[in-house]
């Protein structure tokens, strides 16, 4: 499938399609998938909540920034609603409880709805926790669980409104550069293009290698979640997304079950874990 573009995307996970449907009013746009399907691996296995408390600083900003598209995408975007009602609830223990009143005085001062009560309190939001284990508890009822699969396709229905190209099954297996721009060959044929934006995630530093440039550092780590049954006669449809402030676990309802996951970061290969 040659092409020729002002923009090739590689990577078509919600970085690459995000930044490719973005581009969108600047110049052609070529989206470069190596799977059979858009948002095959971190993308489609992500918790998918939009809380403006987790993570750097930065991350929670970019989240707040962020919530104006997602509660309000443009007209035609999406055929459901990309939110839904979940809350978010931060534990801490007795020597975090200075970290929670900073991220709360944080949030609030970015507007952010939150509540700080004592951890005793937080079982009104999910009956299952020990509190006896944790000294205060920060509640943000405006935490939404993301429809990946209806967000994923807004960008793609987009990207193809306005003319742009979403090749998949593109592996790429080189780049190099010549007075015409980029040129990257895949499995799905040949493409050129003036600028290329790396949104390989995992991948990202093998594309850097083929194309000359040096280390980057953005490292594939493997992250283990599993799925069970509640227990009988839990309120398991109001319970928020819950953290630790040390972040040693998560746990949120998933299609009926309990997700957790204990935040483990293992560095390992790009693959499909």
């Given at each position: 499938?040659p092409g020729?573009?002002?923009?090739?995307?590689?990577?078509g996970g919600?970085?690459?399609?995000s930044?490719a449907?973005?581009?969108?009013?600047h110049g052609?746009?070529?989206v470069?998938?190596?799977e059979?399907a858009l948002?095959?691996?971190?993308?489609g296995?992500?918790?998918a909540?939009?809380?403006?408390?987790?993570?750097t600083?930065?991350?929670?900003?970019?989240?707040?920034?962020?919530r104006?598209?997602?509660?309000?995408p443009?007209?035609?975007f999406a055929t459901?609603?990309?939110?839904t009602?979940?809350?978010a609830l931060?534990?801490?223990?007795?020597?975090?409880?200075g970290?929670l009143?900073?991220?709360?005085?944080?949030?609030?001062?970015?507007?952010?709805r939150?509540?700080?009560?004592?951890?005793?309190?937080?079982l009104r939001?999910c009956e299952?926790?020990?509190?006896e284990?944790?000294?205060a508890a920060?509640?943000?009822?405006?935490?939404?669980d993301?429809d990946?699969?209806e967000?994923m396709?807004?960008y793609?229905?987009?990207i193809r409104?306005a003319?742009g190209?979403?090749a998949?099954?593109?592996r790429v297996t080189?780049?190099?550069?010549?007075?015409?721009?980029?040129?990257?060959?895949?499995?799905?044929g040949?493409f050129?293009?003036?600028?290329?934006?790396?949104?390989?995630?995992g991948?990202?530093?093998?594309?850097?290698?083929?194309?000359g440039?040096?280390?980057r550092n953005v490292?594939?780590?493997?992250?283990t979640a599993?799925?069970f049954?509640?227990?009988a006669?839990s309120?398991l449809?109001?319970?928020?997304?819950?953290?630790d402030?040390?972040?040693?676990?998560?746990f949120?309802?998933?299609?009926?079950?309990v997700?957790v996951?204990?935040?483990d970061?293992?560095?390992?290969?790009?693959?499909?874990?």
């Amino acid at each position: 499938m040659p092409g020729i573009a002002d923009f090739i995307v590689i990577g078509g996970g919600i970085a690459g399609v995000s930044v490719a449907y973005e581009l969108l009013p600047h110049g052609s746009v070529i989206v470069l998938e190596q799977e059979s399907a858009l948002g095959y691996h971190a993308t489609g296995r992500s918790a998918a909540v939009m809380t403006e408390n987790y993570g750097t600083p930065i991350w929670s900003r970019l989240v707040s920034a962020s919530r104006g598209f997602l509660e309000n995408p443009p007209e035609g975007f999406a055929t459901a609603p990309l939110l839904t009602d979940r809350g978010a609830l931060f534990l801490a223990q007795a020597h975090e409880t200075g970290l929670l009143q900073a991220q709360y005085d944080a949030l609030v001062a970015r507007g952010a709805r939150v509540e700080l009560v004592p951890a005793a309190d937080a079982l009104r939001w999910c009956e299952v926790l020990r509190p006896e284990t944790f000294a205060a508890a920060m509640h943000e009822p405006d935490c939404k669980d993301i429809d990946t699969n209806e967000l994923m396709m807004g960008y793609r229905r987009g990207i193809r409104a306005a003319g742009g190209v979403i090749a998949t099954g593109a592996r790429v297996t080189a780049i190099r550069r010549d007075a015409g721009g980029w040129q990257v060959d895949t499995t799905a044929g040949a493409f050129q293009g003036g600028t290329i934006v790396n949104a390989a995630g995992g991948w990202a530093q093998q594309v850097a290698g083929m194309a000359g440039l040096g280390h980057r550092n953005v490292l594939p780590f493997r992250r283990t979640a599993v799925t069970f049954d509640a227990a009988a006669g839990s309120n398991l449809h109001r319970w928020p997304m819950t953290f630790d402030l040390a972040e040693t676990f998560y746990f949120k309802p998933e299609a009926g079950r309990v997700m957790v996951s204990p935040v483990d970061m293992a560095q390992t290969v790009p693959c499909d874990a």
